[in-house]
C-alpha cells in the first residue's frame, strides 16, 4: 500500500493531464441536488409528525392529570363529618411536619421518609376509596385515617425520644 501512495505522489501531475468535460459535472451537481431536496422534505414530514405526536401526548398527559386530581380530593361538602375531618388532618400534618424537622440525623430521616411513603399510600388508598364508595362508609374510613395520621405521629416520638436519649447520654458522658 505504501508503494502505490509514493507511485501516486511521486506522478502525481501526469495523472492530472486530463480535466473531465464540463457537462459530468453538471449532471453530478443535478443528482447532489435531487438528494438534498429529498431528504429536506422527508425530514420536513417527520419533524410535523414528531411535533403532532408531541402534542398529543402532552393533551393526553394533561387530561389524564386532570382526571385524576379531580378523583383524589375529598368533597368535604358531600358529608358533614369530612368537615370534622378536614380540620383534624391540618392539625396532625401540622404535627407531623413539626416533628420532622426535629429530626438531625440526614440517614434516620432518610429511613423515616421510606414508612412515612408507605403510611401515604396506605392513607392515599383510603381517601380513594371513600371517593369511590361516594362516602357511604366515611366514619370507618375517617378513623383509619386519622389513625394513619396518629401512626406517623407516633414513629416520629419514638425516633424523637431516642434521640433526646442520645444527647442526654452524651452530655453525661462528656461531663
Not at 505522489?9 to 493531464?17: A, H, I, L, V
Not at 383534624?88 to 423515616?112: F, P
Request: with cysteine; glycine share 2%; charged share 30%.
Amino acid at each position: 500500500m505504501e508503494k502505490l501512495e509514493k507511485f501516486i505522489k511521486e506522478n502525481r501531475p501526469s495523472f492530472d493531464d486530463k480535466t473531465p468535460d464540463r457537462s459530468i459535472w453538471i449532471g453530478i451537481e443535478q443528482k447532489l441536488d435531487k438528494q438534498d431536496s429529498n431528504k429536506i422534505i422527508q425530514l420536513r414530514w417527520f419533524k410535523v409528525a414528531a411535533g403532532v405526536i408531541l402534542i398529543l401526548c402532552c393533551g393526553i398527559l394533561i387530561g389524564l392529570n386532570l382526571n385524576n386530581f379531580g378523583s383524589r380530593t375529598l368533597n368535604y361538602a358531600a358529608n358533614p363529618e369530612l368537615l370534622k375531618y378536614k380540620d383534624a388532618e391540618s392539625y396532625y400534618a401540622l404535627q407531623v411536619n413539626l416533628k420532622y424537622n426535629e429530626l438531625k440525623d440526614t440517614t434516620v430521616k432518610a429511613n423515616v421518609d421510606e414508612d412515612l411513603k408507605q403510611l401515604d399510600i396506605i392513607y392515599q388508598q383510603l381517601k380513594d376509596e371513600m371517593i369511590r364508595s361516594n362516602y357511604t362508609n366515611s366514619e370507618i374510613l375517617i378513623d383509619a385515617m386519622i389513625k394513619n395520621h396518629k401512626t406517623k405521629i407516633e414513629i416520629l416520638e419514638s425516633i424523637l425520644n431516642k434521640q433526646n436519649q442520645n444527647e442526654n447520654e452524651n452530655e453525661s458522658i462528656s461531663l
